[in-house]
């Protein structure tokens, strides 16, 4: 686990580069930006994706409280994930990041086609 130290706090970029480092961080955002999955939803969307892997990026998120997860009490047990507040708040950022990745796209194809 990701931990933070005073000197983290110092600067937003630090912070957010920290916050932000798993690997699958922003993707399980982007996945969760349309509401509630379960866990093997969420599993399901990545290619290759270890059980494990998600587990420690989804903790890692549920610390920086990024990410809530509501567990159900019945059977057969039932957690949901979804994005907190705070996790909400990174909407505009995700959506500049899709636009962007979108015209990179469009521009490494172009590149590749001349």
Request: aromatic share 8%.
């Amino acid at each position: 686990m990701i931990e933070l130290t005073s000197a983290d706090l110092n600067c937003p970029i630090t912070i957010a580069q920290k916050v932000l480092s798993g690997k699958y961080s922003l993707l399980i955002i982007f996945h969760l930006k349309d509401g509630p999955l379960r866990f093997n939803e969420l599993l399901r969307k990545f290619d290759g994706l270890t059980h494990s892997s998600l587990t420690k990026q989804l903790r890692q998120l549920e610390h920086f409280q990024l990410i809530h997860r509501e567990i159900y009490n019945q059977v057969p047990p039932k957690v949901e994930y979804s994005l907190t507040d705070l996790g909400k708040k990174l909407y505009p950022t995700i959506n500049e990041l899709t636009d962007w990745g979108s015209k990179y796209i469009d521009n490494c194809k172009m590149a590749a086609n001349n």
